[in-house]
């Protein structure tokens, strides 16, 4: 693994296996919230909280082995370029190799990811609850509304 900063040394580029899978995603990695509205706190903490799964292309990029919409979104804050994220290079030695990374990095994670998001807004709105009660002041509901692109009422479980 290794930490590479966003501004100065990262050159990605979608690994053409990878391109070609997503053709027909029913998502869009450059839509999205205004990042701009997180503060820079945030932003390092989700920054350093990001791990880009790459294999090394023979011009020195590096070849997304996976999507990542949070650091597509992430890359869009005016100082995301000061900021870093862990890449994790791998280094497939046959063509069966790559693509049992790619299967496993696109469909059995995303897969296994179901369990989480299946209640994801009743699992933000208890945490947020639960800091009220602790006597924290939590990222308010509206915000996390803007930043998920929902209706606040989402996330009021």
Do not use: W
């Amino acid at each position: 693994m290794k930490k590479i900063s966003i501004g100065n040394n990262l050159i990605l580029g979608f690994h053409p296996m990878l391109d070609r899978l997503m053709e027909n995603d029913p998502i869009s990695l450059k839509s999205g919230p205004d990042i701009s509205i997180l503060s820079t706190k945030q932003l390092s903490i989700l920054c350093k909280n990001i791990m880009l799964n790459v294999m090394q292309s023979g011009d020195g990029k590096y070849l997304l082995l996976s999507p990542n919409l949070i650091y597509n979104q992430l890359i869009q804050h005016p100082a995301a370029k000061n900021e870093v994220v862990n890449v994790l290079i791998h280094s497939p030695e046959s063509e069966q190799e790559l693509l049992a990374l790619i299967d496993t990095l696109n469909l059995v994670q995303p897969a296994l990811s179901l369990l989480e998001s299946a209640n994801k807004s009743k699992t933000i709105n208890a945490r947020y609850l639960q800091l009220n009660k602790m006597g924290y002041k939590p990222t308010p509901l509206t915000f996390l509304a803007k930043l998920a692109n929902k209706c606040p009422s989402t996330l009021r479980g």
